[in-house]
């Protein structure tokens, strides 16, 4: 099992170009979410999805949409770069809500210039 | 507003000894709790969680505390071993969907 799978791992983009992040989970498993992590600030939800064809909003949606075609991915689209999406990207999935254990990938770390 | 806080940036402790992590929160109604680590360059890995109908938790060397009246939690590590060294995230949500996190705190286990 790969388990939590990100692509990229790196990026630079220019300001104003568009890039999507993808994850794929082989966990067989119902939720996704997408985090942010920059200095000092923990880990922020962007965005999550319950299952396959939804997605809901987490703390820091802004600049950011998602879809979740397939139960196994889940893609994170930026369709005009900022200087302030500059972060370290994770993506998680559970088998369900509540205390249920989320398996993390290993992170995109994305700079926009 | 921070939801959840680790107030303490990072924390040393010998070898053998205990670690004990704290992480304080605003929203009473919160009712599951995870804690994580992370080491450098890798993602988070869940380390153990606890929901609101316990106040304690125990995982082999883990062990986390919930007080729901204080809004604090706390994470013990007994005994500490120098693979312990790592950035320790708790993180909080009312529904189970939404987790909100902490800072972190840095951990370091002295050989």
């Known amino acids: 099992n790969a388990g939590v799978t990100q692509t990229p791992k790196f990026r630079v983009l220019k300001t104003g170009q568009s890039m999507t992040l993808l994850c794929a989970q082989d966990m067989n498993h119902e939720y996704m979410y997408w985090y942010r992590q920059d200095p000092g600030m923990g880990l922020r939800l962007i965005h999550y999805?319950?299952?396959?064809?939804?997605?809901a909003k987490g703390e820091v949606p802004d600049g950011y949409n998602v879809s979740r075609l397939k139960k196994q991915n889940f893609l994170l689209g930026l369709e005009s770069a900022a200087p302030s999406q500059t972060s370290v990207y994770f993506c998680a999935s559970s088998y369900g809500g509540g205390a249920a254990e989320q398996f993390f990938g290993p992170g995109t770390r994305l700079t926009v210039l | 507003d921070q939801q959840v806080k680790q107030n303490s940036p990072s924390l040393s402790v010998q070898e053998g000894r205990i670690s004990i992590l704290n992480c304080d929160y605003t929203n009473s109604m919160f009712d599951y709790f995870l804690w994580y680590k992370k080491y450098p360059a890798e993602g988070p890995t869940f380390l153990i969680s606890?929901?609101?109908?316990?106040d304690k938790n125990e995982d082999g060397r883990f062990t986390v505390f919930l007080n729901k009246s204080a809004k604090h939690l706390s994470l013990h590590i007994v005994p500490s071993q120098p693979g312990d060294s790592a950035v320790y995230f708790c993180a909080a949500s009312d529904t189970g969907n939404q987790f909100y996190f902490g800072t972190g705190t840095s951990l370091t286990v002295i050989p």
């Open positions: 999805s319950v299952g396959e064809g939804t997605t």
């Open positions: 606890i929901s609101s109908i316990k």
